[in-house]
């Protein structure tokens, strides 16, 4: 009887783990838009540091999934954002600038950040819990890496609101509102928004592609 309540206890375990790299998988898609996409410099390069790191805690838990006797998982989980109804959304998006769009992403990382870090310490502290703690150094090391862009998402907010509100303030003045028919084309032409997920794109073709390889799938 203890035996199979252990057994299941491992089993549940694998499959958190197996959950948090799903979560992995899809923050990498994210960190790797997002470093595409930033129009801060010092906000790429924290992001290109955090991608390398992405790829080092989807490792640690595909060895610890394999070391268990489970299957990594190749799946994508949803991760969590701040996602206002459509109504709302759908008025934001029509007029939102570069800065703005900036300002809403970095929202995000931070709450996807926060989830990560709240997600390895349930790891942890279930490993403790199950005497399996031959894995807490790996999971450890994971939480602080997160738990350090966490900090410097906090830390850097204030300096990135300043930087962006100027050009917010400016893209939304009634002075600018009034543009010749030529002007509003050229803003148009910039940037192009998926229907399904509202990420928005520099071009036509990256849309056409990003349709076909996440919303036309199967």
Not at 151 to 156: E, I, N, S
Not at 186 to 203: G, K, L
């Amino acid at each position: 009887m203890t035996q199979h309540y252990h057994h299941h206890l491992s089993d549940k375990f694998l499959l958190y783990l197996n959950s948090s790299l799903a979560m992995e998988n899809a923050a990498l898609e994210r960190v790797q838009r997002r470093v595409q996409q930033t129009i801060l410099e010092d906000s790429r390069q924290q992001l290109q540091h955090h991608l390398e790191e992405t790829k080092e805690q989807q490792d640690r838990l595909m060895q610890l999934i394999t070391k268990f006797g489970g299957t990594p998982t190749q799946e994508r989980g949803e991760l969590p954002l701040a996602i206002p109804p459509e109504s709302i959304r759908n008025i934001i998006h029509s007029s939102t600038s570069a800065a703005e769009q900036e300002l809403m992403q970095s929202v995000e990382d931070t709450i996807v950040e926060n989830a990560e870090v709240t997600g390895y310490n349930l790891l942890i502290q279930m490993a403790e819990k199950m005497n399996m703690g031959d894995t807490i150094p790996s999971l450890r090391q994971s939480l602080q890496e997160e738990e350090k862009m966490f900090g410097w998402l906090r830390a850097t907010a204030p300096a990135m609101f300043a930087k962006l509100w100027p050009q917010i303030e400016s893209s939304s003045s009634s002075s600018s509102k009034i543009k010749t028919t030529t002007e509003s084309v050229a803003d148009i032409d910039q940037t192009f928004n998926c229907e399904s997920c509202s990420t928005s794109f520099n071009s036509r073709e990256e849309l056409r592609q990003h349709t076909i390889q996440k919303h036309e799938r199967k």
